[in-house]
């Protein structure tokens, strides 16, 4: 059982570790996993087809967004269209927006990034909507195929994402 489990890890590991780096035969030079897509140009020289592509985050977090939409002082509250929106993730303040209105908070204070929920009720009180949202976690990807020839009658695609060397196949 031994024996077997040994030809098989020995059969396998080849197979694992050619798929980490990729021999340039017309440079001579290696490229390995990680690698710019600049250096492996240097070192490949130009390939033979480039097709370039947007992958959407589909990673989501979820925040609050704080909405003033009414006037300061006025009795009953008047509305006005979003005087102030705050969004937060993880209790900061993560963008704020003001419509130009004057916003129901103190005058002498300056919000900004970072400030947390409980300081913006002490400057600005209750909001008059409070709302869950999801917000994508991070920004969408640049994936890059190129391919190389590699013998004869035969390609490799490298697959780079942000510019990184990520697969190779």
């Known amino acids: 059982m031994k024996k077997i489990l040994l030809l098989t890890l020995i059969l396998i590991m080849p197979g694992a570790y050619a798929a980490s780096y990729f021999f340039c035969n017309k440079t001579n030079q290696y490229v390995s996993l990680g690698d710019s897509l ?41 509305p006005q269209k979003n005087a102030l929106v705050v969004t937060f993730v993880d209790n900061k ?4 927006a ?3 209105q004057t916003p129901p908070c103190r ?6 990034k970072g400030d947390s929920p409980t300081l913006l009720y002490q400057y600005c009180k209750q909001p008059s909507q409070k709302q869950t949202i999801t ?3 991070g920004p969408d ?4 195929i190129i391919t190389y020839p590699n013998g004869q009658d ?13 697969g190779i196949e």
């Not at 005058?107 to 900004?112: A, E, P, T």
């Not at 990807?141 to 890059?144: A, L």
């Not at 035969?154 to 990520?166: C, N, R, S, Y």
């Open 135 to 137: 917000l994508p976690d």
């Open 154 to 166: 035969a390609t490799i695609q490298l697959t780079f994402t942000d510019g990184k060397l990520t």
């Open 98 to 100: 003001s419509s130009g």
């Open 38 to 78: 600049d250096q492996v140009q240097a070192n490949c020289g130009a390939p033979a087809s480039t097709t370039t592509k947007t992958i959407p985050n589909q990673k989501t977090q979820k925040a609050e967004r704080w909405i003033y939409d009414y006037k300061p002082n006025s009795i009953p509250a008047e």
């Open 107 to 112: 005058s002498d204070v300056q919000l900004k």
């Open 93 to 96: 303040a993560t963008s704020i």
């Open 141 to 144: 990807q640049t994936q890059t």
